[in-house]
């Protein structure tokens, strides 16, 4: 098999169309159903819902094209702590597209991939973070570890029954971390 293509700097934009894709998703499947409340519920009580399509579809694509991307950075990184950082990525990319593919009808397992989600989430941009305070950009390390702030304070208030508010305090601002991050390796030609 031929991996040259992950090593193309092109697959940055993986990671700014799939969790812009995802993130229009989600806000579309919410805007269908009037039923959602941001204290009561989790989001992915969208995907076993009448726009279970709409979220569970994009949850697959994103976390799809996530892994790809994450795959072709931990082969262009020469840095352990990077390599592992990205391998907790594309780990994070796997549970989420277990979470679309294993919704809430499927329990236990969907509980495992929503934790394994957001754990590995939060591990990464903390790994990522201290990878780039000694590499450059350094505004990716600053804002990856903003992202876990945000994330571990979200997670550590009581907002309600449901759990969309953490989820989304973590997703979206991973979200964009991420796709900066393809940005930044789109654009980058210099030794990694």
């Known amino acids: 098999m031929n991996f040259e293509i992950l090593k193309n700097r092109k697959i940055g934009l993986l990671a700014i169309i799939g969790p812009a894709y995802a993130l229009g998703s989600i806000a579309v499947a919410i805007m269908l159903s009037p039923w959602f409340s941001w204290r009561n519920n989790a989001i992915s009580d969208l995907g076993v819902s009448d726009v279970a399509p709409i979220f569970n579809i994009s949850l697959i694509v994103c976390g799809i094209m996530c892994m790809v991307f994450a795959l072709g950075v931990i082969m262009a990184l020469k840095h352990w702590l990077g390599k592992i950082g990205m391998l907790m990525m594309f780990l994070a990319s796997i549970a989420l597209v277990g979470i679309g593919v294993f919704t809430e009808d499927y329990s236990p397992h969907h509980f495992y991939f929503s934790v394994a989600f957001f754990v590995l989430l939060l591990l ?69």
């Open 124 to 192: 990464a941009c903390l790994v990522m973070g201290t990878y780039f305070l000694f590499k450059k950009p350094k505004y990716l390390g600053i804002a990856a570890f903003a992202v876990a702030i945000i994330g571990i304070i979200g997670w550590s208030i009581n907002w309600g029954p449901g759990i969309a508010i953490p989820e989304v305090l973590t997703f979206v601002p991973g979200s964009i971390w991420f796709g900066m991050l393809g940005w930044w390796y789109y654009n980058s030609n210099q030794k990694r």
